[in-house]
């Protein structure tokens, strides 16, 4: 990689946030007069340290994404001095009215959740979801209440993660696992329970997550994991920015 590129690297549709980021990452990319390399993660793999469903890298920055363009701008000229994440604050944990299956027709709930109600990036996600196979190899869950829904997560086989993690075909791993920002309880704890007694009943030897270790992002922090028996495998990213601050990243995993 040289000074003058952006690399951006996307798990194809899995994220319903990522054509809105490609767009603010292309016009920040036309801003810097940088040429930018997409790369589609599910066609090209990756060896290097992505661990995010959206990954901006420019020299040592590495920037998740969704951000503005003006946010990108800012860091890669150095303009915005970038903080600790702090500790995000626990809301109560609760649990749903109704637990539906993951789907292609509760993966729309789903994307309500993950887009703040907007739904924006729903039919990438459903074109993803079909190309994916996700009937053979993705389930989860979404949570609802007053048939609002408020929770989701979504598991596919580690063997078929595009990130830079051990793979095989007998560890589940947690691609996303969101509780609405909206709303003032956490769903989660019922989400995991749920996905530890399915991976049990699919044969699955072990659950892996990545985790933010103090942000909620990606699916953080990690003490929500531990208050289920996950430990940390390892940490895999030193600093990695956000809108909120920078943070690591670990690799969470739970024996079944």
Request: proline share 7%; glycine share 6%.
């Amino acid at each position: 990689m040289t000074s003058n590129e952006i690399r951006v690297y996307y798990f194809d549709g899995q994220c319903p946030w990522n054509q809105a980021a490609l767009l603010q990452a292309r016009s920040a990319a036309n801003v810097l007069g940088l040429r930018m390399i997409e790369l589609n993660l599910t066609e090209v793999g990756s060896d290097r340290p992505v661990y995010f469903p959206f990954s901006l890298v420019h020299n040592n920055h590495k920037i998740a994404g969704p951000v503005p363009s003006e946010f990108i701008v800012e860091i890669v000229k150095g303009l915005r001095p970038v903080a600790k994440q702090s500790e995000t604050v626990d809301k109560p944990s609760r649990k749903c009215d109704n637990l539906s299956p993951y789907s292609r027709e509760s993966l729309r709930d789903a994307c309500n959740v993950c887009t703040n109600g907007t739904g924006r990036g729903t039919e990438e996600k459903v074109n993803w979801y079909n190309r994916f196979r996700g009937e053979d190899r993705i389930f989860g869950f979404v949570s609802c209440v007053n048939k609002r829904p408020v929770a989701f997560c979504e598991v596919i086989p580690s063997s078929s993660s595009p990130y830079s993690i051990p793979k095989n075909d007998r560890t589940a791993f947690i691609t996303c696992i969101y509780s609405s920002p909206a709303e003032p309880y956490d769903f989660r704890g019922e989400l995991i329970d749920e996905v530890i007694a399915e991976s049990n009943r699919r044969g699955y030897e072990r659950i892996e997550v990545l985790s933010g270790v103090r942000s909620p992002f990606p699916n953080g922090p990690t003490r929500l994991f531990e208050s289920k028996g996950f430990f940390c495998d390892r940490q895999l990213l030193d600093s990695v920015i956000m809108l909120s601050g920078s943070d690591e990243v670990a690799l969470m995993t739970k024996a079944l």
